[in-house]
């Protein structure tokens, strides 16, 4: 059993739901003390700190100056795991993403819970051209009879809805689209963007090399989550779409022609 997936079986089989938004807050904000968490969920620090031990436990957190932090793995979790969090965020950044695109574009779509959320507010769209590797994204457009859906050959990345790898790179290389919609694993503070391993490197290096437009899709809590392959720079991006402003460092790094679309939450 792979790292990843024995994070979800923690998450899922054994947790409270108090950990399991511990955990999702130490995803955001790196570190948190025993005082900031108690005073969050307005408990007692001892309380937290039985619930910080059965992380210590799972091996999700580690120990850091009176709380606590997040592990990281060279490995992202599972797709089920990553389409629930953040998934507002994420689904306001698919409506955005979708009043850029106009009817009868072709797009490049990469793997990942974001580019799954935009294809999704793509719903109502006809005549699209969609390459992609990422079977969520397929199935999401497939239910308009007038889009076609273009997907590599090779295997599946279980138990990822993906496929990665020579086929995938061939394919995007093969198009030259309209709009190439993309995340990233992580960005770091110098606006390189990150991922896991080579595979999606080239993955996503191939999709925006074959579009006219590139739209990276991000949500705030990428800024900081941290990667261990560089996969590009935000610079590259024509619109960045989020759901938060960016960080002050990032925004240094940008191009003059990125565009920043913020899907803030409506009033």
């Not at 198009?175 to 503070?189: L, W």
């Not at 590139?214 to 800024?223: E, P, T």
């Amino acid at each position: 059993m792979s790292y990843s997936s024995e994070v979800d079986d923690e998450l899922n089989m054994s947790l409270s739901t108090r950990q399991r938004h511990i955990v999702d807050l130490l995803r955001d904000k790196e570190a948190l003390s025993v005082a900031e968490l108690a005073h969050y969920f307005q408990v007692t620090p001892q309380t937290i700190r039985r619930d910080l031990n059965r992380l210590y436990m799972a091996n999700l957190l580690r120990r850091h100056h009176g709380g606590a932090q997040i592990v990281h793995s060279p490995v992202n979790s599972s797709f089920q795991s990553r389409r629930i969090r953040h998934l507002p965020a994420k689904a306001r950044i698919g409506k955005a993403v979708s009043a850029l695109i106009p009817q009868g574009s072709s797009l490049l779509f990469g793997f990942g819970t974001t580019p799954e959320q935009v294809a999704l507010a793509l719903a109502q769209h006809q005549h699209l051209t969609v390459v992609t590797n990422n079977l969520a994204v397929a199935l999401a457009l497939n239910h308009e009879q007038s889009n076609r859906i273009v997907l590599p050959g090779g295997c599946l990345r279980q138990p990822n809805p993906e496929i990665l790898g020579a086929e995938a790179v061939a394919l995007f290389q093969s198009y030259r689209a309209d709009f190439g919609v993309y995340g990233a694993g992580g960005v770091d503070s110098d606006g390189v963007l990150l991922d896991f391993d080579h595979d999606e490197v080239s993955c996503h290096t191939a999709l925006r090399q074959s579009c006219r437009v590139r739209i990276l899709v991000l949500d705030s809590s990428k800024f900081g989550r941290q990667a261990p392959m560089p996969s590009g720079h935000v610079q590259e991006a024509d619109y960045i779409v989020t759901d938060k402003p960016l960080p002050e460092g990032i925004a240094a790094y940008l191009a003059s022609h990125t565009q920043i679309i913020i899907a803030e939450k409506e009033e």
